[in-house]
């Protein structure tokens, strides 16, 4: 089994920043590609990031040329960098990982960590 533990998320002013972390554990190997998703109240949950075991990434548009998506595989990190953030960013976000092995996007939700920007 595969676990995700999100955290950095916190209250910020419209124009700030914050930078999630999404640590792995447990049976790994078997992720290609770990995505960060987020769920905003009463809106279904939304792809906004994803990389690639070899440093691919691919963005939303709601976020392209303000977050950047990053990993490090020896750490089994993933690491979220949101700039000029907006109120319509709020949301509760959790990784997610691609289980190559399945060919499917696993159920490995965890807490999430709460994300609030102010106006």
């Known amino acids: 089994q595969v676990q995700f533990v999100e955290s950095g998320g916190g209250l910020v002013q419209a124009g700030g920043s914050l930078k999630l972390s999404c640590a792995a554990s447990g049976s790994t190997f078997s992720i290609s590609v770990i995505g960060w998703y987020r769920q905003a109240p009463g809106k279904q949950r939304e792809l906004v990031a994803l990389i690639a075991r070899r440093g691919t990434t691919n963005y939303s548009d709601s976020v392209k040329g303000r977050f950047t998506i990053s990993r490090d595989n020896a750490e089994n990190t993933v690491w979220l960098q949101m700039n000029n953030l907006k109120p319509e960013d709020t949301a509760v976000y959790y990784c997610?990982?691609?289980?190559?092995?399945?060919?499917?996007?696993?159920?490995?939700w965890g807490q999430g960590t709460q994300v609030t920007v102010s106006s």
């Open positions: 997610n990982g691609y289980n190559q092995d399945r060919d499917s996007w696993g159920d490995y």
